[in-house]
């Protein structure tokens, strides 16, 4: 299924009544071109009704960007801009708004073309505060053509994931298991966010599950599993169970997404989901995220919230990790030390069941979750996907919120080192510059549970703007501090 959003950004150029006219329409023709030159052009619509001056001229272009398909906004300042009309465009838009400015030209044009819009912006931005309009401005939001052009694209993964949450269902399955107080949080602040979502027994999905015994679709399924697998299918036993579990799944997405688009998961997987089932779910959730309809473990609600932002973000898989252990302090000197420049304390090992897609592992095989396998016969605990994860830059985050509704959020960027796990699940070594301090000072400090989302590539900008316009406080969005800025709670002594 299409589970992300598609952006088109409406361009609305405005202007004040006493600058020249011809400045705001010129600049959008011009910052149109950039855009058009440099990236899809189909991302974008330039509205050419006319330009805002007015509060009448404000709906015009309003009832213009809707017709067009738009959904989300880019209010363009091509001069000093009226500072009503303008911020009422965002207030009235029913999406995600983004505001720049032209830059002035030319030193030999500074009489009848100037616009004035570096000073017309610090007046958009008074009047959206007092009207209390969101808004994203971006860091430095004046610029030439070209320039404007690339803060529009840059806002593209912003509005994704902001249009994505206001049209998400979350799909849960069961309470929390046993001991797993940490996946547990009030779920107001989605609906806050503009996120539903509805809440399943594991007696739903086990009826559901057994209705679909015999389906005629399962063969196709696990056709497409083997191809998938490879030489690591070494449990195809298990698969025609599996397949019948991601027939479930899928459908009871399309039956119960309701009015909404997008859908991501949190599901259940034990303690009675293998002796009752017959398998664990871990390689039909990794299939699942791989299809884009993120699926978190543990009835983890936030860790699958997180995912979908990433998704929304990266375009990309995403996965939900434990930041699970430590690195031994051999596999450290002997593979790390000297190689890559991370003190050991820099260093962890990211990891789960086997929920992690294939296409983001080095190498992947069917499995028995070992864990489990402690306690429990070794057959019902088939169906995880084992494997290291695949090397390469990444973004570790959450958004998550506290016992008392309030929005926290981290993110730090890094990496995963081709360094062998020489473990179970699937794993990964990785390294975040200053991981140690950010453990103890903000995952420990500011009670964040153990389960992180990774996006695949660094989007901490992207993150960053967007957990920001959500409404998380710039004091509970943090990062990993650099070497020698001290978080607050950190011995300036030590």
Request: proline share 6%.
């Amino acid at each position: 299924m299409n589970n992300l959003p598609k952006v088109k950004l409406g361009i609305v150029a405005v202007s004040r009544d006493c600058f020249p006219e011809s400045l705001s329409v010129n600049r959008r023709k011009a910052l149109v071109k950039a855009y058009s030159d440099k990236y899809d052009p189909a991302d974008i619509y330039e509205c050419p009704v006319c330009i805002v001056e007015s509060e009448i001229h404000m709906m015009q272009a309003l009832e213009d960007i809707r017709r067009a398909g738009c959904n989300a906004l880019c209010v363009y300042l091509g001069n000093f801009g009226p500072e009503i009309s303008e911020t009422l465009l965002a207030k009235y838009f029913d999406g995600p708004a983004m505001f720049v400015a032209a830059a002035e030209e030319s030193q030999s044009d500074l009489m009848d073309g100037r616009g004035d819009a570096y000073c017309g912006m610090l007046n958009a931005s008074y009047n959206l505060k007092l009207r209390g309009v969101k808004a994203y401005i971006p860091e430095y939001p004046v610029g030439t053509a070209g320039e404007c052009a690339d803060m529009l694209h840059e806002f593209l993964p912003i509005a994704r994931a902001v249009i994505g949450l206001r049209d998400l269902k979350i799909i849960s399955f069961g309470p929390r298991p046993l001991n797993f107080l940490a996946c547990n949080a009030p779920i107001q602040q989605l609906y806050n966010l503009g996120v539903e979502i509805e809440e399943n027994s594991e007696l739903d999905l086990f009826e559901a599950f057994n209705r679909h015994a015999g389906d005629e679709r399962i063969p196709a399924k696990v056709k497409e599993m083997e191809e998938e697998l490879g030489a690591g299918n070494q449990k195809p036993e298990v698969l025609p169970k599996l397949a019948q579990y991601e027939l479930t799944l899928l459908d009871w997405v399309e039956e119960h997404k309701g009015c909404r688009s997008y859908v991501a998961i949190a599901g259940k997987c034990w303690p009675a989901f293998q002796t009752q089932f017959g398998f664990v779910p871990c390689y039909v959730n990794s299939r699942l995220t791989g299809m884009g309809i993120p699926v978190s473990c543990e009835v983890d609600i936030y860790g699958c919230l997180s995912e979908f932002i990433g998704a929304c973000v990266s375009e990309d898989v995403v996965t939900l990790l434990d930041i699970n252990n430590s690195v031994p302090d051999d596999m450290y000197e002997e593979a790390i030390r000297g190689k890559y420049d991370y003190t050991h304390r820099d260093t962890f090992m990211g990891f789960h069941c086997g929920n992690t897609c294939s296409k983001k592992l080095s190498f992947c095989s069917m499995k028995y979750q070992k864990i489990m396998a402690r306690s429990l016969p070794v057959e019902v605990t088939n169906g995880t996907l084992e494997g290291d994860i695949a090397p390469g830059d990444i973004t570790f985050y959450r958004l998550q919120s506290t016992a008392d509704c309030k929005l926290r959020a981290y993110i730090a960027q890094g990496e995963v080192l081709p360094v062998a796990s020489r473990s179970f699940g699937a794993i990964g070594v990785f390294a975040i510059p200053e991981m140690g301090r950010f453990y103890r000072h903000v995952l420990i400090e500011k009670n964040f549970p153990h389960h992180g989302a990774v996006a695949f590539g660094h989007f901490g900008k992207e993150l960053f703007e967007v957990f920001r316009y959500v409404g998380v406080p710039v004091e509970d969005l943090n990062y990993n501090q650099p070497k020698g800025v001290l978080y607050p709670t950190e011995n300036p002594f030590v």
